[in-house]
Every structure is written in structure tokens, then in C-alpha cells.
């Protein structure tokens, strides 16, 4: 079972960033995919950005390139999202997903989701 912890988020002027970690503990398998989803009240939850923790391979959504980068911390299974000229549409809660088998934006692709942190942006 895969637990999944975040940290950062809070609340910005437009313009300003943030930073969000996601630490993965409890997956002793080889690949996995690691990625950033949001969700605004009666929206669906929208795939932001993901990578493949093994080949490093990186797909952001259309909305966030440029101005957001996924990247691997160090210790493998940790993964960040640092978020720059933030918008007031960035506005959401924000949670890291883990998949095991596929590695793409849908949220069916994957298998654990941490609790989520919100990101308020005016």
C-alpha cells in the first residue's frame, strides 16, 4: 500500500508561486509514476503534470506549460511541483497521485491519492 504525503500550498497574489512536495512511502516495486492533480467544487479533478519516476519522462496539461515544472527530489519516490506565475484559475485543492501500470493525465490511471492541499491564488 502506497502512502502519499504533501506539503506546500497556501495562499498567493497572481503573478506570485508556490511550491509542492509529495513524499511516497510503502512501494517497494521498481517503476511509478508520480503526478499532480487539482480539483475545483463541481469540476472534475484535472491531471496537471506527471513523471515516470524511472525513464524521468515529463507531460504537463496545456494550462500549466510554462509556468509549472514537475521534477524527482533526490530521494526517488518524492516529487515536487513548482508553480510560478500562478493565476486566479490555479485556484484549487491539489493532490499527488500514484500510478503503478499506466503513467498518463487520466485519474483512472491511477492506483493512490494523498489528501490533497489547497492553492488559493487572487
Known amino acids: 500500500h502506497v502512502q502519499l504525503v504533501e506539503s506546500g500550498g497556501g495562499s498567493v497574489q497572481a503573478g506570485g508561486s508556490l511550491r509542492l512536495s509529495c513524499a511516497a512511502s510503502?512501494?517497494?516495486?521498481?517503476?511509478?509514476?508520480l503526478a499532480w492533480f487539482r480539483r475545483v467544487p463541481g469540476k472534475e479533478r484535472e491531471g496537471v503534470a506527471r513523471?515516470?519516476?524511472?525513464?524521468?519522462?515529463?507531460v504537463y496539461a496545456d494550462s500549466v506549460k510554462g509556468r509549472f515544472t514537475i521534477s524527482q527530489a533526490s530521494a526517488k519516490n518524492t516529487v515536487t511541483l513548482q508553480m510560478n506565475s500562478l493565476k486566479p484559475e490555479d485556484t484549487a485543492m491539489y493532490y499527488c497521485?500514484?500510478?503503478?501500470?499506466?503513467?498518463?493525465?487520466?485519474?483512472?490511471?491511477?492506483?493512490?491519492w494523498g489528501q490533497g492541499t489547497q492553492v488559493t491564488v487572487s
Open positions: 510503502g512501494y517497494t516495486g521498481g517503476r511509478m509514476c
Open positions: 513523471i515516470d519516476t524511472v525513464g524521468g519522462s515529463i
Open positions: 497521485a500514484a500510478g503503478i501500470m499506466w503513467c498518463g493525465l487520466a485519474q483512472s490511471e491511477y492506483d493512490y
